[in-house]
Structure formats: structure tokens, C-alpha cells
Nanobody, 120 residues
Framework: QVQLVESGGGLVQAGGSLELSCAASGSIFSINAMGWYRQAPGKQRELVATIARSGTTNYADSLKGRFTISRDNAKNTVYLQMNSLKPEDTAVYYC??????????????WGKGTLVTVSS
């Protein structure tokens, strides 16, 4: 079994910054892509950013320049640095990992989410 645990959410004023972390643990052979998604109240879950094991990144167009995703492969951890936060960034942020649980067999795992609230 694999667990992804997010941390770093909280309340921040508009214009402020937060850094989210997500650590994966358990029966991990290797982790391919990791990423962050978010779900605002009454809305569907949406992509924030993804990062391949190689470090190649992909961002939602609307978030480029404000959010930065990074990872530490040795720690099986992915980070999300969020700057210039806006009230519309308020959401539950979920970590995702495409995990090789053994050679040639991968599964998708999700964290339980961490709430980010941006006050105006």
C-alpha cells in the first residue's frame, strides 16, 4: 500500500505565499509523475501542476508564473510553492502520484487533501 500525505495548507492573506508538501510512503518501487490538483467549493477538481521524475513540469496556464512545482526523488516528496495568492486560489489541494509498486506495474494514488484559504 502507498500513502500520500499533504501538509502546509492554511489561511493566508491575498498576496501572500504558502508552500505545500506531499510525502509518499509505503510499497514504492519508483514514482513517475507527481502532481497537484485542486478543488474549489462547488467546482470540479482541476490540474494545478505536474512534474515528471526527470523534472519536466507542466502547469495550468492560469497559474504559470505564480506557482512552482518541484520534487525530491530521494524523499519521494513533491512541493508546491504558491506566491501572490488570490482569493480564487482557495481550494482543497490534492497530491497525486503515479507510482510503480513493482517493476512494470503502476498505480495512481491520491492524498486526502489540504485546505488552502486565501482571504481578501
Amino acid at each position: 500500500q502507498v500513502q500520500l500525505v499533504e501538509s502546509g495548507g492554511g489561511l493566508v492573506q491575498a498576496g501572500g505565499s504558502l508552500e505545500l508538501s506531499c510525502a509518499a510512503s509505503g510499497s514504492i518501487f519508483s514514482i513517475n509523475a507527481m502532481g497537484w490538483y485542486r478543488q474549489a467549493p462547488g467546482k470540479q477538481r482541476e490540474l494545478v501542476a505536474t512534474i515528471a521524475r526527470s523534472g519536466t513540469t507542466n502547469y495550468a496556464d492560469s497559474l504559470k508564473g505564480r506557482f512552482t512545482i518541484s520534487r525530491d526523488n530521494a524523499k519521494n516528496t513533491v512541493y508546491l510553492q504558491m506566491n501572490s495568492l488570490k482569493p480564487e486560489d482557495t481550494a482543497v489541494y490534492y497530491c497525486h502520484g503515479h507510482v510503480l509498486v513493482r517493476a512494470g506495474y503502476a498505480m495512481d494514488y491520491w492524498g486526502k487533501g489540504t485546505l488552502v484559504t486565501v482571504s481578501s
